[in-house]
């Protein structure tokens, strides 16, 4: 049984950087996503890494400011955000993508999250 | 692109909730349905339309007509109060999420 951990959030002034942490227990030969959540606008998918990190993707809200990366012989995901701004204030979650024979079928693993609070 | 979901859906214990979700990227592509509660991380509830992981009741179930995905909870109980999202993508690159519905059980 998969289970994500995440880390790193914290309070940051506008314009700073922070990098969050997603521990995967178990298998890591999966692609990952982080997906936020912000008080007024829902779940916000931000970025998605495949298995080997050779493929990356990002929204259009934190493309060029946000980067995924992963390190499986840490089973570790990560998550470095810079040029923070106050709308970038949310709960971040790691998700686990659910791929059967190639066919996607969504996340299917969550964090619990952690919050980020960009001040101005 | 763009996913459009009703913001609120209110009713009484035993009813029956439907969710919509409709949007011009999903002439092609599947949608996917998380329940989301306040302090936990959100749950996979139905994937490619109408499919159901094997954890979750069959209360929850999902359709689709034409460009119109929909989100039927059977029966609802107080334990389902909770945001619903659905999710879609945009070719195989970028993800999309609806702007979720609130449901509250009156």
């Known amino acids: 049984q998969v289970q994500l951990v995440e880390s790193g959030g914290g309070v940051v002034q506008s314009g700073g950087a922070l990098r969050l942490s997603c521990v995967v227990s178990g298998r890591t030969n999966f692609a990952m996503h982080w997906v936020r959540r912000t008080p007024g606008k829902g779940l916000e998918w931000l970025a998605a890494i495949s298995p080997d990190a050779t493929s990356k993707f990002y929204g259009d809200s934190v493309r060029g400011r946000f980067t995924v990366s992963r390190d499986n012989s840490k089973n570790t995901v990560y998550l470095q955000m810079s040029g923070l701004r106050p709308e970038d204030t949310a709960i971040y979650f790691c998700?686990?993508?659910?791929?059967?024979?190639?066919?996607?079928?969504?996340?299917?693993?969550w964090g619990l999250g952690t919050t980020v609070k960009v001040s101005s | 692109y763009e996913l459009t979901q009703p913001p609120s859906v209110s009713l009484s214990p035993g009813e029956t909730a439907r969710i919509t979700c409709s949007g011009e990227?999903?002439?092609?592509?599947?949608v996917h349905w998380y329940q989301h509660k306040s302090g936990q991380g959100p749950v996979l509830l139905i994937y490619?339309?109408?499919e159901r992981p094997s954890a979750i009741p069959d209360r929850f179930a999902g359709s689709r007509s034409g460009t119109i995905v929909t989100l039927a909870i059977t029966g609802v109980q107080s334990e389902d109060e909770a945001d619903y999202y659905c999710q879609s993508t945009v070719g195989s690159e970028a993800v999309i999420f609806g702007g979720g519905t609130r449901l509250t059980v009156l």
């Open positions: 990227t999903l002439s092609d592509q599947y």
């Open positions: 998700a686990k993508g659910w791929v059967v024979s190639g066919l996607y079928l969504g996340m299917d693993v």
């Open positions: 490619r339309d109408r």
